[in-house]
């Protein structure tokens, strides 16, 4: 078995090898004056199982997993499971509007070309697993947010709304505290309203929780209500760090005290390792090592 690494996902695929005991396989990566992406993988791949990992986000990340797979393929691997930290467009998972892509959908049907399963983490919706036409699933990234978050006392696990209730809950079992969510109402196209329910927060440490951090604004404003309501620490914290525009300065500027990642995304706030999780998914389905 080999690990091959991307450039989005080096970290993860570093500890996968150590974790699954199988070697990282040499890969070249250059660009060609016009920009174009040329990539080699130098080692002897033939006749054995590959771990593929990289994260398809942001898009140029997505050209190179293309590429990576099929030079796999070329080189004569046996099987290729590419594992895809953060599955980019995972969140256009429907139409809107007619004309528009499903975009979920359109990338996953490319995956599926040269790999024979695929693994990610926490999707943001379930059922863009479906959308692959080969073997697909997830795992969750909660237990290794739990073990960091134990350490700093929480008091109540916060879901950001009811949908993500079930996340909160995870977390709060494995730290051993209570949980709940903030109700979130949408006032018009631009406008959300965010506001704990009747919950008591006076003094405690509050840890959020949620599977993306994007713009950070629904973060931001739960973060402001908890402030308000005498939260002594909170702590927001995610499976996905995309931190677009200036994120972490509303997130700062709101009163957060501590912003935790994993390194699906990596970033200075990747504080959690999702190679636990990974190995764990792959030991429950028995792949060979």
Same mark, same amino acid.
């Given at each position: ?11 993860? /695929? ?7 005991? #199988? ?27 590959? *771990? ?22 070329? #080189? ?51 059922? *863009? ?16 947010? @739990? ?20 996340? #909160?809950?995870? @977390? ?29 927060? %006076?003094?405690?440490?509050? /840890? ?11 973060? @931001? ?25 200036? #994120? ?5 500027? @709101? ?18 390792? *999702? /190679?636990?999780? *990974? ?6 389905? %028995?792949?060979?090592?």
């Amino acid at each position: 078995m080999y690990i091959i690494g991307g450039t989005a996902s080096k970290t993860v /695929a570093e500890e996968l090898s150590k974790s699954l005991d #199988a070697p990282l396989a040499r890969i070249i990566l250059k660009r060609f004056p016009d920009d174009e992406l040329y990539v080699c993988i130098s080692d002897d791949i033939s006749g054995e199982d590959v *771990i593929l990992v990289q994260t398809t986000y942001p898009d140029p990340n997505i050209v190179e997993l293309f590429l990576l797979q099929d030079a796999a393929r070329e #080189a004569g691997a046996k099987k290729v499971t590419t594992v895809i930290p953060y599955f980019g467009y995972g969140r256009q998972d429907k139409k809107f509007e007619d004309g528009e892509p499903i975009s979920a959908r359109a990338i996953a049907n490319l995956i599926s070309v040269n790999a024979d399963e695929v693994i990610t983490v926490d999707p943001h919706k379930k059922h *863009i697993l479906d959308f692959f036409s080969i073997p697909a699933s997830s795992c969750s990234a909660v237990p290794e947010l @739990a073990k960091y978050l134990k350490k700093k006392n929480i008091d109540l696990v916060l879901a950001p709304d009811k949908g993500a209730l079930d996340r #909160a809950k995870q @977390a709060s079992t494995l730290i051993g505290c209570d949980f709940d969510y903030m109700e979130k109402t949408r006032i018009d196209s631009t406008t959300i309203e965010i506001k704990p329910k009747n919950l008591d927060v %006076q003094n405690k440490n509050v /840890a959020i929780i949620d599977d993306i951090i994007s713009t950070g604004g629904t973060m @931001a404003k739960s973060i402001d209500e908890l402030k308000k309501h005498g939260a002594n620490k909170i702590f927001a914290a995610c499976t996905h760090g995309l931190f677009a525009g200036d #994120a972490i300065k509303k997130l700062s500027s @709101a009163g957060c005290d501590e912003i935790i990642s994993t390194d699906t995304i990596k970033s200075e706030f990747s504080k959690v390792k *999702i /190679a636990p999780s *990974i190995s764990q998914l792959m030991a429950s389905k %028995q792949v060979p090592i």
